[in-house]
């Protein structure tokens, strides 16, 4: 079975300050992962994807996230926020064991302060 | 290229009535997957299709059903709906078969806003 909990319901932040969201996964083999952001009224827009190529990996917008195996990890971080990453984040995990069922974590909220 | 589009953006209902929604993948796109998110429950997986066939399918009763035209484009339709269909459901596309599971990049459309009163 697999499994994704993004440890923050809520991240607040000041603009130009550095982001990071957290996000924990279960998986029992190798999973896919994803980080995808949904603004207000909008659908899910894709920030990056971990495709085992590489742990570190870079994404749109400034954004990266880092897989770690060990921790079970993967953890979204930017550098310096700006006003219009005030979004809904999700984590997503799927392919764990044969699942073509992803699953997303219950969401985490960036507001960025000026 | 034309993004996800979903129609109708916005519907009222009510309680047993039922309803289709209709989503159209972006051009080239085989792979129609469609979520419910609601704030109690968060984002969930309801089906996925492809090249006309239901490949995957969450744990959503069978008053959800889905389908897939030969030119890709997709409806859902909920029967007998009930207070808590109220949701946002959202289509994605993807070029092949199992969306986020084949490590491909799933396109969302805007979704469509259902309210069951």
């Known amino acids: 079975a697999q499994s994704v909990t993004q440890l923050d319901s809520h991240v607040s932040v000041s603009e130009g300050t550095p982001v990071l969201l957290r996000c924990n996964y279960s998986?029992?083999?190798?999973?896919?992962l994803f980080w995808y952001v949904q603004h207000p009224n909008k659908g899910l827009q894709l920030l990056l994807k971990?495709?085992?190529?590489?742990?570190l990996v870079k994404g749109i917008n400034g954004f990266e996230a880092e897989f770690k195996k060990s921790e079970t990890s993967f953890h979204l971080t930017k550098p310096s926020a700006h006003m219009s990453d005030a979004a809904e984040y999700f984590c997503?995990?799927?392919?764990?064991?044969?699942?073509?069922?992803?699953?997303f974590g219950r969401g985490t909220s960036l507001i960025v302060h000026p | 290229k034309a993004g996800v589009t979903q129609t109708p953006r916005y519907l009222i209902k009510t309680r047993g009535q039922q309803v289709t929604l209709s989503c159209s993948p972006i051009?080239?796109?085989?792979?129609v997957s469609w979520y419910q998110q609601t704030p109690g429950q968060g984002l969930q997986f309801l089906f996925e299709?492809?090249?006309?066939?239901?490949?995957n399918k969450g744990n959503f009763p069978g008053r959800f059903s889905g389908r897939q035209f030969s030119n890709s484009r997709s409806e859902m339709n909920v029967s007998t709906l009930e207070l808590g269909d109220s949701a946002l459901y959202l289509c994605?596309?993807?070029?092949?078969?199992?969306?986020?599971?084949?490590?491909?990049?799933?396109?969302f459309g805007p979704g469509t806003r259902l309210t069951v009163l």
């Open positions: 051009s080239g796109h085989r792979s």
């Open positions: 997503v995990v799927s392919g764990s064991g044969g699942s073509y069922i992803p699953t």
């Open positions: 299709y492809f090249s006309e066939t239901q490949r």
């Open positions: 971990y495709t085992s190529a590489a742990t």
């Open positions: 998986s029992s083999y190798s999973p896919s």
């Open positions: 994605a596309s993807s070029l092949g078969p199992s969306g986020l599971a084949g490590n491909q990049e799933q396109f």
